[in-house]
């Protein structure tokens, strides 16, 4: 089965940078799309970012558009997610998900997605 391990969280400063990575493995993931999600205390679960696995087309969240980017390693099979110009407000548990079976224009929607890692925190201090 499908098993996503993310890594790469932690605590950083307003204005630094995270890289976080998704290992993926169980399955070709070519009909994939990768997802990232967030989820912050008392708040529900937000869309960040999604790349086609295959074609590599990218859609991102308003609140990280122009300061992330998401990325695919085909060869290593990891999902990417470069973070820059932090701010306190992007502090939250970051979710790498996937999923096959997601309508194209639904992408943003995390119900959509049938495998989900564990998480990673991220923390970013004003």
């Known amino acids: 089965q499908v098993q996503l391990v993310e890594s790469g969280g932690g605590l950083v400063q307003a204005g630094g940078s995270l890289r976080l990575s998704c290992a993926a493995s169980?399955?070709?993931?070519?009909?994939?799309?990768m997802a990232w999600f967030r989820q912050a205390p008392g708040k529900e679960r937000e869309f960040v970012a999604a790349?086609?696995?295959?074609?590599?087309?990218?859609y991102y969240g308003d609140s990280v558009k122009g300061r992330f980017t998401i990325s695919r390693d085909n060869a290593k099979n990891t999902l990417n997610l470069q973070m820059n110009s932090l701010k306190p407000e992007d502090t939250a548990v970051y979710y790498c998900?996937?999923?096959?079976?997601?309508?194209?224009?639904?992408?943003?929607?995390?119900?959509?997605?049938?495998?989900w890692g564990q998480g990673t925190q991220v923390t970013v201090s004003s």
């Open positions: 169980g399955r070709s993931f070519s009909r994939y799309i």
């Open positions: 998900a996937a999923g096959n079976r997601v309508l194209g224009s639904r992408y943003y929607v995390d119900s959509e997605y049938e495998n």
């Open positions: 790349i086609w696995w295959l074609a590599g087309s990218t």
